[in-house]
């Protein structure tokens, strides 16, 4: 499990989807840019958050405990039932 570096600032924030109106490209296998982090914060619900690198297990994120994704990181989130959530994105 990755923590948001102390030196990262949020510039970002996507809207909320629920798991009607997630974008394909989040639940396709995927990475952010060089140099940001993701925080996927569910608000409500529960999502499922693949490492494609790492483990074939999934994370599961739920609200008050975001899944940080590292700069670079390929990955894939699938909805687990009803959730609401947003992506957080930071950057040095």
Known sequence: MAIL???V???RTTP???EKTVPAGLTGRHATKEGVWGAITVVDGRLKLYRLDSTTTPEMIVPGS???V???EVHRVEADGPEA???IFHRA
């Open 5 to 7: 570096p102390s030196d």
């Open 9 to 11: 600032q949020p510039y």
């Open 16 to 18: 909320t989807y629920t």
């Open 66 to 68: 975001p899944g940080i």
């Open 70 to 72: 590292a700069p670079q």
């Open 85 to 87: 959530f947003h992506v």
